[in-house]
């Protein structure tokens, strides 16, 4: 950590050769180890998985070096970046700080924030804990799952950044920066109220069109047939995993409560008009969604 640390007054952008310890191999954890064993960020990575398969996966994978028990893998890493649900996050975050020394950082992926952070807000080691979340992903769970370039240009969020120590914000950040992402900061409460509209509904409404037509559609071939490139992509958030969102919808429970409210009003204002054949309302409320797109396409432009 003191090597890294003159560093950064020195002003190097990246740092080389940490030893890196991730708990949880799966999507984000194993393409976290990918990303930065490729560039140079960790030169060391060791793993934590509850699961034995995966564990093996990600060894023979090459996404960790060694697999440890959770205890040994705290005592050696100097980064040490959990990666598991965020109920088990929640659980876990304040026995690791309990056996971490003052020059390790510890930071968490999880989707939910205000919960994490309220049950290490007066842990004595709170500065050595950055709390983020890197915004990235895909449907699929697992080591096998691990993809090359998943956090490419996408944004990190780091909350409570006052709260988190000197030394470790910067290694946070210097973390993000080495994978080219953009950085935002925002406050706990804040940011789960923004990712119950924009991430966390969006895989209720694709949970939702999946129950809808298997509901519906008795014939699953006729699913096959019909099933275009638009159904594909809207219900692709469908095939998530189940033990990971649960959670995420209980610690947000409040906010997202709140959206599907939002959701459900325009659901019945849909359906409304098209019971009594409004077509040219429909067509305006469509041309008033219509507007995301403006705000998609400044995003993927880079303009945002």
């Known amino acids: 950590m003191y090597r890294f640390w003159e560093s950064i007054k020195k002003g190097s952008l990246v740092i080389r050769g940490m030893e890196v310890t991730i708990i949880g191999l799966g999507l984000i954890g194993g393409s976290l180890a990918m990303a930065l064993r490729q560039n140079g960020f960790a030169t060391h990575i060791i793993g934590v998985e509850n699961n034995e398969e995966h564990g093996e996966q990600a060894l023979e994978l090459g996404l960790a070096d060694e697999v440890l028990p959770l205890d040994e893998a705290i005592s050696k890493g100097e980064m040490i970046i959990i990666a598991i649900s965020v109920d088990a996050a929640r659980k876990l975050l304040p026995e690791i700080l309990d056996q971490i020394n003052e020059s390790q950082t510890v930071m968490d992926m999880g989707s939910t924030k205000a919960g994490i952070c309220s049950v290490v807000e007066n842990h004595p080691n709170r500065k050595n804990y950055v709390a983020a979340h890197p915004i990235a992903g895909t449907e699929n769970t697992g080591p096998k799952a691990a993809i090359n370039n998943l956090f490419f240009h996408k944004v990190a969020i780091i909350c409570e950044k006052e709260k988190s120590g ?56 006729n699913i096959f047939n019909l099933a275009g490139s638009g159904f594909a992509s809207t219900v692709r958030l469908a095939k998530s995993s189940p033990e990971m969102w649960a959670p995420i919808f209980e610690q947000n429970a409040e906010y997202l409560s709140d959206a599907l409210d939002t959701y459900i009003k325009w659901l019945t204002k849909f359906k409304k008009l098209i019971d009594s054949k409004q077509k040219n309302e429909v067509e305006e409320l469509m041309r008033q969604a219509n507007d995301v797109g403006r705000i998609l396409d400044g995003i993927e432009l880079g303009e945002k």
């Open 166 to 221: 000197e030394q470790q914000l910067a290694l946070a950040e210097q973390l993000f920066r080495s994978l080219f992402m953009k950085l935002v900061y925002m406050a706990a409460k804040e940011h789960d109220l923004h990712a119950a509209y924009v991430s966390h509904l969006s895989h209720i409404s694709s949970f939702t069109l999946g129950l809808t037509v298997l509901d519906i559609e008795k014939d699953e071939q």
